[in-house]
């Protein structure tokens, strides 16, 4: 993901990240020296520029002759993440579910949307977790980990490389590529393959909880077993 496509997660549209990226690289300018800088129609680049100021992306300065300034990034998107705090708190409050989470199995599709599930499953852990995958799917969960930790969750990894972090049960073991068992509070199981064009099945039945908890626990059994014979050794 580009610098332009990141932007766009923040509401713009890809000419107005175009413009903001030309503001911050090159400082205040008018809007024809924007169209004359990028290529663009003087009415397009207007239409942009008005965007980016009633988005809180850029601001006007009136001198001799009106020129945009881009808003830091770090201000503008710090405002885009507050007032979607706001939001997601009002909406939360508003919409509420007609019936408890489904019991049944949920397939979730796109490497992204299973990632943001773990993380949200490991933020929203009452008590503890296991969770067992490879180094690389463990890196962009490691901050909601340490955060559970630190919030008093037992937290209990199995992967396959040195992992240490204060607060953590580490076990070493070989792990599937690309696939991750997740399971919080014995009441949710997340479990598949992230990969790109992967899926991961999402539930909290209870015998498919109990069968991964038993697995789990079983592995973890093996690896302490091993690791005691190997140190009599």
């Known amino acids: ?36 800088q990028l290529g663009i129609s003087r009415s397009n680049c207007y239409t942009s ?24 990034p770090e201000e503008f998107c710090g405002n885009r993440i507050r007032m979607l705090g706001e939001l997601k708190e009002t909406l939360s409050e508003q919409l509420r579910p007609r019936e408890a989470e489904t019991e049944g199995y949920l397939t979730i599709g796109g490497q992204d949307n299973m990632t943001d599930k773990a993380i949200f499953m490991i933020e929203h852990a009452a008590e503890r977790l296991y969770l067992s995958a ?3 799917c463990l890196e962009p969960l490691i901050p909601s980990l ?15 490389a040195p992992f240490s972090q204060p607060d953590i049960r580490f076990y070493s073991a070989d792990c599937h590529p690309r696939q991750i068992r997740l399971i919080v509070d014995s009441n949710a199981v997340l479990t598949g393959d992230l990969t ?6 999402y539930s909290r039945k209870k015998n498919l909880i109990d069968l991964f908890k038993e697995a789990m626990r079983n592995e973890i059994q093996l690896i302490e077993l091993y690791q005691n014979e190997k140190g009599s050794v």
């Not at 509401?11 to 809007?31: F, K, P, V």
């Not at 992306?57 to 009106?66: G, H, K, V």
């Not at 790109?196 to 099945?201: P, W």
């Open 146 to 160: 340490k955060a559970a930790a630190e919030r008093g969750r037992q937290v209990t990894v199995i992967t396959d």
């Open 49 to 72: 520029l008005a965007s980016l100021v009633e988005k809180g992306a850029a601001y006007l300065l009136e001198d001799t002759a009106t020129r945009y300034v881009a808003v830091r």
């Open 196 to 201: 790109s064009d992967g899926t991961c099945l």
């Open 134 to 136: 490879e180094r690389a």
């Open 1 to 36: 993901m580009d610098a332009a496509e990141m932007l766009m997660q923040f509401a713009l549209t890809r000419q107005e990240a175009l413009i903001y990226m030309a503001l911050i690289t090159d400082g205040a300018m008018t809007g024809y020296e924007v169209a004359k």
